[in-house]
């Protein structure tokens, strides 16, 4: 059986690689506005809008997450 991640995961999923919402989802294609829904429980996203948030944030793994403001000075 195939587990989902809740918006609560993606959130944070997306805030370890250094992604606001609004940027996972420019990067998704899919409005932020539709993610704010599904997190507050207004919305359930399409298999098709939950596999290009999740795809989204597989390509930022791949490429690794950019340093995050107030760590350059201590790399």
């Known amino acids: 059986m195939t587990k989902f991640l809740s918006a609560d995961d993606v959130e944070a999923a997306a805030k370890r690689r250094g992604l606001t919402i609004p940027m996972l ?6 409005s932020h ?3 704010y829904r599904w997190k507050a429980g207004a919305h359930t996203p399409t298999l098709k809008t939950y596999q290009k948030i999740i795809a989204a ?7 690794g997450a950019p340093i995050v403001r107030g760590q350059e000075a201590s790399q």
């Open 57 to 63: 944030l597989r390509a930022r793994r791949r490429r």
């Open 25 to 30: 989802c420019s990067e998704a294609g899919v």
């Open 33 to 35: 506005p539709t993610f």
